[in-house]
């Protein structure tokens, strides 16, 4: 009798942790999936900064030895991502690749090709801002004042980029900061569930005279375990969800850096760790300020 009333008891034990690791696991997940976007979405805006393109033209009388000179000095700035020299006849190709034949364009000028050498560059994203292109244009025009007539961008383009992403961030940020919330209440709740199971021999412990840190250490520990194991779920389910996506749909890719996907995987273990550990603490402190009648 005393055998199959313990079996029992060891099986809603494990019943009860597999069903809390679960719930935390789902909620964890969903919260991956914010956060995943907001990662993503700045791995998206960093491609998007670094798109951006500005020309350098240069003074009539500057020879195309000289500005290839120029470019070399370039490529070893902090500030560009790309710096490319552009000849007259790979202008008038591009030209004439979206204005029609590179042939008709050059019979309006009588063979001539109008388009002088210049260089193009592709900022860093740390620089691709209204301020930091302006930076670039004044630090440009100061190293090469003889030579650079004109630093030409986009200031649209530039206004456009930072500013779109800046209200999709805020808008994941505020669902992510709604969805944790949601997150602790329900991760909370789940514990309280199954701490309620095991007040009788909290209270036991504490009637035999069981200091409160003793009582708790066990528990505690099992929750940074259940934590971390929700965690992983979360993240295996979030990874499967990703690659199913990337596999079905062909325009669509999500893609992270090595230090995208650490950061993710740290935040989500940090969160569910820390949830529980923090849910943990607070019901075994119901229960140990519970009297032996009220646990009834």
């Not at 490319?84 to 001539?112: H, M, Q, Y």
């Not at 997150?183 to 701490?195: E, H, K």
């Not at 412990?205 to 250490?217: D, E, T």
Request: charged content about 20%; glycine content about 6%; overall charge neutral.
């Amino acid at each position: 009798m005393s055998t199959s009333v313990e079996k029992y008891s060891k099986r809603g034990v494990r019943s009860s942790y597999i069903s809390t690791v679960i719930g935390i696991s789902l909620v964890l997940f969903m919260i991956g999936l914010v956060l995943g976007g907001v990662f993503g979405l700045d791995n998206v805006q960093k491609k998007a900064k670094e798109s951006l393109q500005g020309d350098l033209f240069f003074k009539a009388e500057l020879n195309e030895a000289d500005i290839k000179q120029i470019e070399q000095e370039l490529k070893t700035w902090n500030e560009f991502s790309d710096v490319t020299f552009v000849s007259p006849d790979r202008a008038i190709e591009e030209f004439s690749g979206t204005n029609g034949n590179k042939e008709d364009i050059l019979s309006i000028f009588e063979g001539e090709n109008p388009l002088p050498s210049t260089i193009s560059f592709k900022p860093k994203a740390d620089f691709a801002t209204k301020d930091g292109m302006e930076k670039i244009k004044t630090k440009l025009l100061s190293s090469y004042p003889e030579q650079i007539d004109e630093v030409n961008y986009d200031q649209s383009s530039v206004e456009s980029v930072n500013l779109g992403f800046k209200q999709f961030v805020f808008l994941f940020l505020a669902v992510a900061l709604l969805l944790i919330i949601v997150a602790v209440a329900m991760i909370n709740n789940t514990i309280r569930l199954a701490l309620y199971s095991k007040r009788f021999t909290i209270k036991t412990m504490q009637l035999v005279g069981a200091k409160p840190s003793y009582i708790r250490k066990p528990f505690l520990m099992q929750s940074i375990l259940q934590g971390a194991v929700s965690a992983l779920i979360g993240i295996a389910l979030l990874m499967t969800l990703f690659y199913a996506l990337n596999n079905m749909l062909n325009s669509f890719e999500i893609s992270y850096s090595l230090e995208t996907f650490l950061l993710l995987v740290v935040s989500l273990m940090g969160i569910g760790i820390i949830i529980t550990f923090i849910s943990t603490w607070f019901a075994l402190n119901k229960y140990l300020r519970m009297k032996l009648d009220d646990l009834y």
